[in-house]
T-cell receptor, first 111, second 117 residues
């Protein structure tokens, strides 16, 4: 079993829909990251959080440390949101910045 | 300010050859990590360097090696290439290594796509 599991693996939505991507992890962490990867390969950091909730525009990320679970929400989805969304964690202690990644969620938003 | 830059962007090598990939972190960042992303999977940790010292190593064979230079740029070397080494190699920089119980935001380069034929 992977240390970081995402669901769903694939997600298709119509423009305007509310989207949720889930991430569960099995290790103690110091931080959780949500990242976005476009077909060209480059990865962009969306959020880093260790508790509570963060919001940037139409994106909202939440984390529940006790349940070892995080969600990424996209409100009023748009075709330009189509990308791979990846959850990654910094394990606690002497991990020295190593990130452990989930397998990613492929999101396709249709106009 | 320039972001994380990686070179080359694409590379084709033959089995058995050796390859060197390069990464320049964001100015002021002392930590560089390398990841391998095989098609359809999430990235896998290879190495992390902080202040020119290896601080972490993933589950990769000894054919993989890396180093960090005084200007904090880094090279990843892979010897005796196998077909299975074909992947996107990502470099991430951050301002510091993870301090106990605190995460640091990582900034990624565009990656080097290596194809081994």
């Amino acid at each position: 079993k992977n240390e970081v599991e995402q669901s769903p693996q694939n997600l298709t939505a119509q423009e305007g829909e509310f989207i949720t991507i889930n991430c569960s992890y099995s290790v103690g962490i110091s931080a959780l990251h949500w990242l976005q990867q476009h077909p060209g390969g480059g990865i962009v950091s969306l959020f880093m959080l260790s508790s509570g909730k963060k919001k940037h525009g139409r994106l909202i990320a939440t984390i529940n440390i006790q349940e070892k679970h995080s969600s990424l929400h996209i409100t009023a989805s748009h075709p330009r949101d189509s990308a791979v969304y990846i959850c990654a964690v910094n394990a606690g202690g002497t991990s020295y910045g190593k990130l452990t990644f989930g397998q990613g969620t492929i999101l396709t938003v249709h106009p | 300010d320039a972001g994380v830059t990686q070179s080359p962007t694409h590379l084709i090598k033959t089995r058995g050859q050796q390859v060197t990939l390069r990464c320049s972190p964001i100015s002021g960042h002392k930590s560089v990590s390398w990841y391998q992303q095989v098609l359809g999977q999430g990235p896998q940790f290879i190495f992390q360097y902080y202040e020119k010292e290896e601080r972490g190593r993933g589950n990769f064979p000894d054919r993989f090696s890396a180093r960090q230079f005084p200007n904090y740029s880094s090279e990843l070397n892979v010897n005796a290439l196998l077909l299975g080494d074909s992947a996107l190699y990502l470099c991430a920089s951050s301002s510091e290594a993870t301090v106990y119980y605190r995460g640091t935001e990582a900034f990624f380069g565009q990656g080097t796509r290596l194809t081994v034929v």
